[in-house]
């Protein structure tokens, strides 16, 4: 099983990205999905979660701004990031859990797969 995260570049504050994470090996339709990001000298944080039966939630500085979206087939994530801050620079990852919801999945330990990570750089 592999995820492919894709999609992350320089932008200007204010400006938009999506980035996208394609898993192979394995659907994920019915499991929980996430990003998480990691800025120089950071802990990798939670961003957002989509959750099986659609439901997402995100950490508070995105909520808003970031959009999670899942296609139908189970096999694409996508981030639809908007009104981007230098703040959101930072190596973002995908990740895919083997449950379909719990508390546990704001957490790294809740996802057994992870993408390599793409960089977005926000500039002032």
């Known amino acids: 099983v592999q995820l492919q995260a894709s999609g992350g570049g320089l932008v200007q504050a204010g400006g938009s990205l999506t980035l996208s994470c394609t898993a192979s090996?394995?659907?994920?339709?019915?499991?929980?999905m996430a990003w998480f990001r990691q800025a120089p000298g950071t802990e990798r944080e939670f961003v957002g979660l989509?959750?099986?039966?659609?439901?997402?939630n995100y950490v508070d500085s995105v909520k808003g701004r970031f959009t999670i979206s899942r296609d139908s087939a189970g096999n694409t994530m996508y981030l639809q990031m908007n009104s981007l801050r230098p703040g959101d620079t930072a190596v973002y990852y995908c990740?895919?859990?083997?449950?379909?919801?719990?508390?546990?999945?704001?957490?790294?330990?809740?996802?057994?797969?992870w993408g390599q990570g793409t960089q977005v750089t926000v500039s002032s």
């Open positions: 090996g394995r659907t994920f339709s019915d499991n929980a």
């Open positions: 989509s959750w099986r039966g659609g439901y997402t």
């Open positions: 990740a895919a859990s083997t449950q379909g919801y719990g508390t546990n999945l704001y957490e790294r330990s809740g996802y057994r797969f």
